[in-house]
């Protein structure tokens, strides 16, 4: 579901204030950004003196009245748009909601939080405007760019390795794949939007590697400022959701980006479950009834990591993560018991349980996925 304004006056949400037609469009995805949209608006303001342009802000129905901000800005400047996304959320999602509610030409993604260089919007601009370019990125990598104090030390060296990991898997010859900042030419996104993931938050990653060598790409130097207000909405676990995005690229899109989140969740289950079974028969316990209780405890931590991840989008919040829970316990039940049958018919040399206990892990991955996706985060 989503609630779009468009902006007072009588003037068309694609134009400017004086009737143009908008020839760039500036997506902001957001989440928590109440502070921050007002300071970005004028920002935008300033540097594109001279450009009919429009932001339009996508906004994840934040608590904190991100919404309610933009609106209040667009009754006075119709250059502002605002998109209000309700039962979804996720970085990449949002943009491809934005770029594909732009009538311009040219269509830039920056991020909310005022980390990205607005001052680089024209520069990008006139480069796709004068060469023969379909995509313009702001590099931290190519000579004259740094992530400057924008990223911690433990957080650059992770992009480092992200960048590593993309440029190797996927023959992506970006220098800085993980780049949240770039321009394109609209119909060059708005045909590749169907191959698209709506999940996760390497949007740039997703068109370029989408596209198969199709775009001719320039990178342009910037510094990564430091954020002003607020915090960051990546947590540690969107590294696994990059993981995700990079093997559903590597396969070619066979397999879901979201069916993989939940295969890299459920490998972490593995090793949950192996700890806690060895614990279980180092304490003397049964081997039937250390498999069973062993699976719980991988079920658990399951549970609460799909909920933080692989469902985002649909994640549970109070008592509805007590009932689903409850849910997923149940629909994994079946699961359970070819688990542990499987396991016991296995199981035959206590030097080979973690062979046995991993054979009846596996066994139940396939159903856990179908069940929970229908029933535990079934769509609203």
């Known amino acids: 579901m989503a609630e779009t304004d468009a902006g007072e006056g009588g003037v068309p949400a694609d134009r400017g204030p004086g009737g143009e037609a908008a020839e760039l469009s500036v997506i902001l995805p957001s989440f928590n950004e109440a502070a ?64 594909l509610a732009s009538s311009a030409p040219y269509v830039a993604v920056m991020d909310a939080d005022l980390q990205h260089d607005e001052t680089m919007l024209p520069k990008m601009l006139a480069e796709l405007k004068a060469a023969d370019t379909d995509l313009v990125v702001a590099s931290r990598k190519v000579e004259g760019g740094t992530a400057g104090e924008g990223l911690s030390t433990f957080r650059a060296w992770g992009s480092d390795m992200a960048n590593g990991l993309a440029q190797k898997l996927l023959n992506v010859t970006l220098k800085d ?14 045909a590749l939007a169907p191959k698209l993931s709506p999940q996760g938050f390497k949007i740039l990653l997703d068109l ?67 700890a806690a079974l060895r614990m279980f028969l180092l304490s003397g316990m049964e081997f039937n009834l250390g498999q069973t209780a062993a699976s719980f405890v991988a079920m658990t931590s399951n549970f609460f990591l799909n909920n933080q991840l692989t469902y985002r989008d649909r994640r549970l919040h109070g008592a509805r993560v007590l009932i689903g829970l409850l849910t997923f316990y149940a629909v994994c039940s079946v699961g359970v018991l070819a688990n542990v049958g499987v396991a016991n018919l296995i199981y035959a040399d206590p030097a080979y349980w973690w062979f046995a206990g991993t054979a009846g892990a596996i066994m139940g991955a396939v159903w856990n996925y179908a069940a929970s996706s229908a029933l535990t985060w079934r769509k609203a």
């Open 36 to 99: 921050n949209i007002p300071i970005l608006v004028n920002l935008l303001d300033t540097a594109l003196a001279g450009i009919a342009w429009e932001a339009i802000v996508v906004d994840d129905n934040s608590p904190d009245g991100t919404t309610e901000v933009a609106r209040a800005i667009a009754l006075s400047d119709p250059r502002v748009r605002v998109i209000r996304r309700i039962g979804r959320r996720g970085l990449s999602g949002a943009c491809v909601e934005g770029i």
């Open 177 to 190: 794949p993980m780049s949240g900042f770039f321009m394109i030419r609209r119909e060059k996104a708005e």
């Open 208 to 274: 370029v590697s989408s596209a198969g060598g199709t775009l001719k790409i320039k990178e342009l130097p910037f510094t990564f400022r430091e954020r002003r207000h607020g915090e960051s909405k990546l947590d540690s676990l969107v590294t696994l959701d990059y993981f995700g995005l990079l093997l559903a690229k590597y396969f070619g899109d066979v397999i879901s980006v979201r069916f993989l989140m939940f295969g890299l969740v459920g490998a972490s289950g593995l090793i949950v479950h192996l």
